[in-house]
T-cell receptor, first 117, second 112 residues
């Protein structure tokens, strides 16, 4: 079964440092997403990406965050200057077509646990 | 009222029992509904979509009640491996698009 792959599985960084979280979506998928989940809390939408641009973003996704699809396979989330409250599990997800996500849900990667110290 | 609301639990249930969860949603224009399962510190995994007519997949049955704006998940003959957090997810209109809105989850513990 096709998978969404995320690296690294765990990243520890100092406050104020930049981090890049990497995702390889399923190859024929066109829609990409980042979600985060603070420990013990619910999954929160960050951003969706289609056709090399952001299609939706949440209030959480402020100027500290950016996304990129640099080479047609990777999909990255960059946090420019990490804060303690950025510590969370970050999940990448992809779907084949936008209309399908209405009925079929997404495929999630196994996540990157980001710890900001 | 929260957009998607679930009883956080935990539901402590003996192995073999039947357990049911509900999830309510606030936006009557919501279009599709899902149950995801999340094991501790793992990614959410799609358990089943919820169709208007209700649907069943083995021991799992999902129902949608649009009039009362809730969905339900029934697990029959529960197994120890069913222990997890069950997330209700609703695809709701947001501005000019749709977005998945996640509930906080219901924790289920199956005891031997």
């Amino acid at each position: 079964e096709p998978e969404v792959t995320q690296t690294p599985s765990h990243q520890v960084t100092q406050m104020g440092q930049e981090v890049i979280l990497r995702c390889v979506p399923i190859s024929n998928h066109l829609y990409f997403y980042w979600y985060r989940q603070i420990l013990g809390q619910k999954v929160e939408f960050l951003v969706s990406f289609y056709n090399n641009e952001i299609s939706e973003k949440s209030e959480i996704f402020d100027d500290q965050f950016s996304v990129e699809r640099p080479d047609g396979s990777n999909f990255t989330l960059k946090i420019r200057s990490t804060k303690l409250e950025d510590s969370a599990m970050y999940f990448c997800a992809s779907s084949e077509r936008d209309i399908y996500q209405v009925y079929y849900g997404y495929t999630f990667g196994s996540g990157t646990r980001l710890t900001v110290v | 009222r929260k957009e998607v609301e679930q009883d956080p639990g935990p539901f402590n249930v003996p192995e073999g029992a039947t357990v049911a969860f509900n999830c309510t949603y606030s936006n009557s224009a919501s279009q599709s509904f899902f149950w995801y399962r999340q094991d501790c510190r793992k990614e959410p995994k799609l358990l089943m979509s919820v169709y208007s007519s209700g649907n069943e997949d083995g021991r799992f049955t999902a129902q949608l009640n649009r009039a009362s704006q809730y969905i339900s998940l029934l697990i029959r003959d529960s197994k120890l491996s069913d222990s997890a957090t069950y997330l209700c997810v609703v695809n709701s209109p947001r501005d000019s698009n749709y977005q998945l809105i996640w509930g906080a989850g219901t924790k289920l513990i199956i005891k031997p």
